[in-house]
C-alpha cells in the first residue's frame, strides 16, 4: 500500500497555530500517512540566481514560512499515528551538531516518526544570511551529512572534515529506539544523485513522470553496491505547480488520483500531496478543508 502525505500550512498569509492544529487533527485521524515541512525564512526582493531556473520571483506563498522544526514539534504533540518529515530542510541554513540535536528531539517527542528530507537549496540569499556560501553547497552537505549521522551514533561522536569538526563529545538525545531517523533526498543534479545514492535511504522527486521516477531510482539502486536496500520513493504530486496556471477542472483531482495508482502500481512508498501553491487556498477554512477535500487521492493510493 501506498502512503499519501499533506503538507502542512506552513506557506502565506492564512497560517495561524488554529489553522495547523485542526489541519494536523484531521489529517491523523483521516489516515494520510505524512505531513510536510519545508525550509525557508526570508523572502529575497531580487534574487541573483531567480527561481526554478528562471529570472523571475518566488511564488507569493514564501514571503512568509513558518519554522520547519518548530512547527514539527507542536505537531508531534497533538498527532499520534502520522509521520512529520521535512520536504526538504536546506543543509546551508544549518550546522549538523545543533540540527542532529534539534532533529532528535522531535523524534523523541513524535516516538520515531520523523522522517529527514535534506538537500542544497536554491536561494543564494539565504545561504548568506545563514552565513554560509552557495557555491559551497554540494561540498558542504558532502561533509555535512557524515558530521550530522556522527551525532546520532554512540557517544563520544566526533568528526573532522573540510568544513565541520566535532571534538569528542557527548551529544544527545539520539533518536527514538536506538535507530536513526530515515534520509530523505530532495537532490536532482547528477552529483545529487550520487549523494543519494551513497547515503539516502528515499528519494523524494517531483514533477516527473512515474516511469523516468522509476529509471532513475533503478539507475541509482545499482550504484549502491550488494547488501543495501532500493531506495525508497516519497512522490511528490502537484495541485498546482509554483508560478503556475490554476488547474482547469479547480482541484486537479483526476490528475492526482492518477498519479496515486501509477505511485501504487510502481511500488512507491509515499505520495505527497503538494497544495502549497494552490491558487484556490484564499482563507484559514480553505487550509483546514484540505484533508477531507483530497481523499479520493488516499483511497486511490491504497488501491
Not at 271 to 279: A, D, G, L, Y
Request: with cysteine; aromatic share 10%.
Amino acid at each position: 500500500m501506498t502512503g499519501v502525505g499533506l503538507c502542512l500550512p506552513q506557506l502565506g498569509r492564512h497560517v495561524t497555530v488554529e489553522v495547523v492544529e485542526e489541519f494536523a487533527r484531521r489529517a491523523d485521524r483521516l489516515g494520510y500517512s505524512g505531513l510536510w515541512v519545508q525550509d525557508h525564512f526570508m523572502y529575497a526582493l531580487a534574487p541573483t540566481r531567480g527561481y526554478g531556473g528562471k529570472d523571475i520571483l518566488p511564488p507569493d506563498q514564501y514571503k512568509s514560512v513558518w519554522a520547519p522544526t518548530e512547527m514539527l514539534a507542536f505537531v508531534a504533540g497533538i498527532t499520534t499515528n502520522v509521520d512529520l518529515g521535512t520536504s526538504i530542510l536546506v543543509a546551508g541554513n544549518h550546522w549538523p551538531v545543533p540540527l542532529a540535536q534539534r532533529l532528535a528531539t522531535i523524534d523523541q517527542m513524535s516516538k520515531g516518526r520523523l522522517i529527514v528530507g535534506l538537500g542544497v537549496g536554491w536561494s543564494a540569499e539565504e545561504h548568506t544570511a545563514s552565513g554560509t556560501d552557495i557555491a559551497d553547497r554540494g561540498r558542504r552537505i558532502d561533509d555535512f551529512i557524515p558530521g550530522l549521522l556522527a551525532c546520532w551514533g554512540e557517544d563520544p561522536v566526533s568528526h573532522s572534515g573540510a568544513f565541520f569538526d566535532v571534538p569528542a563529545s557527548c551529544v544527545n538525545p539520539k533518536p527514538y529506539g536506538g535507530r536513526r531517523p530515515k534520509l530523505l533526498s530532495g537532490m536532482w543534479s547528477a552529483a545529487g544523485l550520487e549523494r543519494t545514492a551513497k547515503w539516502f535511504d528515499a528519494w523524494n522527486p517531483a514533477g516527473l513522470p512515474v516511469s523516468r521516477v522509476q529509471k532513475m531510482v533503478a539507475s541509482m539502486d545499482a550504484q549502491r553496491g550488494p547488501g543495501r536496500p532500493g531506495l525508497e520513493v516519497y512522490y511528490r504530486s502537484f495541485v498546482q505547480a509554483p508560478s503556475g496556471r490554476p488547474p482547469e477542472d479547480g482541484d486537479n483531482m483526476a490528475a492526482l488520483v492518477a498519479d496515486a495508482v501509477a505511485a501504487r502500481e510502481a511500488g512507491f512508498a509515499d505520495v505527497c500531496i503538494e497544495h502549497n501553491f494552490w491558487s484556490s487556498i484564499q482563507s484559514p477554512d480553505d487550509w483546514v478543508s484540505i484533508p477531507e477535500k483530497f481523499l479520493p487521492v488516499l483511497e486511490a493510493a491504497r488501491g
